[in-house]
Nanobody, 126 residues
Framework: QVQLAETGGGLVQAGGSLRLSCAAS????????MGWFRQAPGKEREFVAA????????YYGDSVKGQFTISRDNDKNTVYLQMNSLQPEDTAVYFC???????????????????WGQGTQVTVSS
């Protein structure tokens, strides 16, 4: 069992940056692939980024490539999402998710994740 808690959301002006954190409780965090997803009002959930258990294989959604960076610190049981050059279209609730032993391009699919956080709101003003 893993519990996830996202922090770091907030209100930022267009062009600004935020770093989201997702802290995991429970054992064996280092075997979990981690993903970030977002959902804007009236839209479907969108894949943002994912990283394998060892941090060697990050994947990004097409809309955030070159703009966001995912990383993890297994010693701190935490995964991060650095978001730069934010735009109003990045406004959404951002969720982190965990999948034991996951890897590969399948990490883009939300349905494979076993555990989800409650989400953190990111609002980008123009």
């Amino acid at each position: 069992q893993v519990q996830l808690a996202e922090t770091g959301g907030g209100l930022v002006q267009a062009g600004g940056s935020l770093r989201l954190s997702c802290a995991a409780s429970g054992r064996a965090f280092n075997i979990y692939a981690m993903g970030w997803f977002r959902q804007a009002p009236g839209k479907e959930r969108e894949f943002v980024a994912a990283i394998s258990w060892n941090g060697c294989s990050p994947y990004y959604g097409d809309s955030v490539k070159g703009q966001f960076t995912i990383s993890r610190d297994n010693d701190k049981n935490t995964v991060y999402l650095q978001m730069n050059s934010l735009q109003p279209e990045d406004t959404a609730v951002y969720f982190c998710a965990a999948e034991p032993g996951g890897s590969g391009v399948g990490l883009r699919r939300g349905v494979i994740y076993d555990y989800w956080g409650q989400g953190t709101q990111v609002t980008v003003s123009s």
